[in-house]
C-alpha cells in the first residue's frame, strides 16, 4: 500500500486528499520511509526533511480536517533541487564551500508551492552550482540513474529527475541552463519542462536581463507539470522578463482533449554531424507516427546552422568565470576538477566574443521564430543516446553505437542548450526505452510564451502509449 502511494500523481493525490479518503501524513510517510530505503542505493538527496515534513503534514491533516480551503498542493510531497534557496534549509548548490549555508527566504517558485500547500520532503543532488551534464560533485558523491546503477542519472537535476523517477516524491523543482531539467528528465523516463522565458520568475538570476537559466518542474506526468506550472507561473517584480505575463488556465488547456488535426509539427533527427543512436532514431520515428495518428502535418526542416554549442558556451561560461573566479580562488582544493576546468576555458572568450555571442542568440531567436511561423511546433530528440555510464567523464569521450567522439556536450544534447538562448519553451517527454531497457526522450518546442498549448499537445502524446504503466523497481 505504502509502495501504491508513491506512485500515486499528484493530481491524484489531491483528489483523494480532498475527499478525505488519504491524509497528507499518511503519504509524506510513504515518502520518506521510500527516500530513506532508496537514498543509500540511489544518492538523489544531499539534505532529507524528515521531521519538518511531518510537521508540516500533521498541520495540513488538520487543516483537511477543519474544513479550511486547500491550496492546489495541499499536502503534496515535493523535492527542491539543492540550487534553489529554501528559507530555513541548507542549500548548498552541490558545492563543499556551502556545505552549511542556510539561505534567509525561499526562491520566488518555492515560496509560491509552499502556499499552495506542498510538503517540502528533501533537497535533490546537483553537480556544483549546477555547472554540467552529469550529476556528481566532492560535496556527495554520484547520483545514479532510476533504472541503472551503472548508469548516469544525467544532470544537472539529476536528483530531481531519479526522485521522481523511482517514487520519491511525484513533484520536484529543478532548475535548466542548457538543458538540465530535460537531459535527466529523458535519462530517467520524466517529464521536464523548461518553459517560456518569464512564465515561471527567476528570483536568483544575477544578470535578470540577459538570464538564459530557468526555475522548472519535473514530474511523472503532464498533468501534473500543468499542475506546477499553475502554482509556480505568475509575475513578480524581480524578473522583469515576467512582468505583465498573464498566467493561463494550465491545469484546463493541458487536459488531453481534442486532437491534433490543423497542427503542424516542423521536425529534425540532428544537425548536421552528429549523429544519433539506432534506438533513438528509431523511437523518434515512432514518436512522429504517434504525432501523425493524432492529426498533425509533418514536415522535416534543416538543422544545418543549429549546431550552436560555441555560442552557448560564450556566454554562459563567461557568466560562470564572473560569478566564481574569486571562489576558485580561495577554494580551488575543494572544487572538482571539472568545475574547474570550465573555469578556465572562460579566460579564452573576450568581450568582443561575447557580445558576438549575444548578437548570434538574436539572430538564432528570430531563426526559431521563422519555423514557429510556418509550424505550430518543433520536435527533435532530446539526447542522442540513452544515459552514459555512471562514471563518464565530462572532458572524456562518448559512444553512440560502438562509435567514439570526442566531445560529450555537442554530441549528446545538441537540442537542448538552443532554446535555453530564444526562451522558446521546450519539454523532454518519455517516448519508449533502448535495447539497453533506459528510456528514450522527445524533445518538443512550442511557439513562444504557448506552454499551456505545449502541455496539451503534450498530454496528448502522453495518452497516445501506455508508458506510464511501467516504472523502475
Request: hydrophobic share 40%; with cysteine.
Amino acid at each position: 500500500m505504502s509502495e501504491d502511494l508513491c506512485f500515486l500523481s499528484a493530481a491524484e493525490l489531491r483528489a483523494r486528499i480532498g475527499r478525505k479518503e488519504l491524509s497528507p501524513v499518511e503519504v509524506t510517510r510513504a515518502v520518506l520511509a521510500r527516500a530513506e530505503g532508496l537514498q543509500p542505493k540511489l544518492n538523489c538527496f544531499i539534505t532529507l526533511c524528515g521531521d519538518e515534513a511531518l510537521a508540516q503534514a500533521r498541520e495540513a491533516e488538520r487543516q483537511v480536517m477543519a474544513g479550511e480551503p486547500p491550496g492546489l498542493l495541499h499536502g503534496i510531497p515535493v523535492t527542491i533541487k539543492d540550487i534553489v534557496n529554501t528559507k530555513g534549509v541548507k542549500t548548498t548548490f552541490g558545492a563543499v564551500p556551502y556545505r552549511d549555508n542556510v539561505p534567509g527566504e525561499d526562491a520566488v517558485a518555492v515560496a509560491r508551492l509552499r502556499a499552495h500547500g506542498a510538503i517540502l520532503i528533501g533537497k535533490t543532488t546537483t553537480p556544483e552550482f549546477g555547472s554540467k551534464c552529469l550529476t556528481d560533485s566532492p560535496l556527495f558523491g554520484r547520483t545514479r540513474n532510476a533504472w541503472s546503477a551503472e548508469r548516469s542519472s544525467g544532470g544537472s537535476s539529476g536528483g530531481a529527475a531519479v526522485a521522481v523517477a523511482s517514487g520519491i516524491a511525484p513533484l520536484a523543482i529543478a532548475t535548466d541552463g542548457g538543458g538540465s531539467t530535460r537531459i535527466p528528465a529523458a535519462c530517467n523516463g520524466v517529464v521536464g519542462l523548461k518553459q517560456s522565458n518569464g512564465v515561471i520568475p527567476h528570483s536568483q538570476a544575477q544578470d535578470a536581463f540577459g538570464n538564459q537559466t530557468y526555475v522548472t518542474p519535473t514530474t511523472r506526468t503532464v498533468s501534473d507539470t500543468a499542475l506546477m506550472m499553475q502554482v509556480m507561473a505568475g509575475e513578480d517584480a524581480c524578473d522583469p522578463w515576467s512582468i505583465g505575463i498573464p498566467a493561463p488556465d494550465f491545469i484546463d488547456t493541458a487536459a488531453s482533449r481534442g486532437d491534433l488535426r490543423g497542427q503542424k509539427v516542423m521536425y529534425c533527427l540532428s544537425p548536421p554531424g552528429r549523429p544519433v543512436s539506432a534506438d533513438v532514431a528509431s523511437a523518434f520515428k515512432a514518436s512522429l507516427e504517434r504525432l501523425a495518428g493524432l492529426g498533425a502535418e509533418l514536415e522535416e526542416f534543416s538543422g544545418e546552422g543549429f549546431d550552436i554549442e560555441p555560442i552557448w558556451r560564450a556566454i554562459n561560461h563567461t557568466v560562470w568565470r564572473t560569478r566564481f573566479s574569486k571562489l576558485a580562488a580561495d577554494h580551488k582544493d575543494e572544487l572538482s576538477e571539472a568545475f574547474l576546468k570550465q573555469l578556465a576555458l572562460a579566460t579564452k572568450v573576450s568581450g568582443v566574443d561575447y557580445q558576438e555571442a549575444m548578437f548570434a542568440r538574436t539572430a538564432l531567436f528570430r531563426r526559431v521564430q521563422s519555423l514557429l511561423a510556418r509550424g505550430h511546433l518543433l520536435a527533435m530528440p532530446t539526447l542522442t543516446r540513452t544515459a552514459l555510464p555512471i562514471d563518464q567523464d565530462l572532458f572524456g569521450t562518448i559512444e553512440i553505437d560502438g562509435r567514439s567522439f570526442d566531445s560529450v556536450r555537442p554530441h549528446w544534447f545538441p537540442w537542448t542548450m538552443l532554446f535555453n538562448m530564444t526562451g522558446h519553451p521546450a519539454i523532454s517527454l518519455p517516448c519508449g526505452f533502448g535495447r539497453d531497457g533506459l528510456p528514450i526522450g522527445l524533445q518538443l518546442v512550442g511557439r513562444f510564451r504557448g506552454d499551456a498549448e505545449l502541455l496539451r499537445v503534450s498530454a496528448l502524446f502522453e495518452a497516445s502509449h501506455d508508458l506510464l504503466s511501467r516504472w523502475p523497481g
